[in-house]
């Protein structure tokens, strides 16, 4: 290409990009009105863990070294969240995490010093799929009272999809508005 050609391409580029720019700079001032309302849920899924899918034969909920757990590198991923959550300057109420040990230790590294409640509707249904209406219905029924509270609740791969018929990445997720009884997904995180 020749220089010519090379100024005009770079002259036209930052038009190109506005309108890319452009929705996130809108996305990320109503992200943080919804925030301010109140009402909204992050619902995520564990940071990444040792390899493998489910859980070795024989886990125990009670035994956090029968499971599939956090990596070095999910830690690591699990306190990056957390600071990026902190650096948004986002309001939780309140944090929630499934009883699995990868969850709990999740939210624990991605809020520091706050208090984590097991809610067991956030449980993973992996390896008992009949339970996973019951399991989604009571999770929507525990969002439908948020009311004006913000919460984190992480949680599994299933019960995202589930609830949200999308999938989402081991450290991603879904931003929920909890209004008049229904979940609206505001966007993915993280937010891109």
Do not use: K
């Amino acid at each position: 290409m020749r220089r010519r050609d090379l100024l005009a391409a770079a002259s036209v580029l930052p038009l190109a990009l506005a309108p890319v720019l452009q929705p996130a700079a809108q996305e990320a001032a109503a992200l943080e009105a919804a925030f301010a309302a109140g009402g909204v849920a992050l619902l995520l899924r564990h940071a990444l863990t040792e390899p493998g899918i489910g859980d070795p034969p024989g886990y125990r909920l009670d035994d956090c070294r029968s499971q599939r757990n956090l990596s070095a590198e999910g830690r690591a991923q699990a306190e990056r969240l957390g600071q990026e959550l902190r650096a948004r300057r986002w309001r939780f109420d309140e944090v929630r995490s499934s009883r699995w040990c990868r969850c709990v230790d999740t939210a624990r590294l991605a809020f520091p010093g706050r208090e984590v409640e097991v809610l067991e509707a956030l449980n993973s249904f992996f390896d008992d799929r009949g339970a996973a209406a019951a399991r989604t219905a009571a999770l929507r029924g525990w969002l439908a009272q948020l009311g004006r509270r913000n919460a984190a609740l992480i949680t599994h791969q299933v019960n995202i999809a589930a609830l949200t018929n999308t999938g989402a990445a081991m450290g991603e997720g879904v931003i929920l508005r909890v209004a008049a009884g229904e979940l609206r997904p505001l966007a993915r995180w993280p937010v891109r």
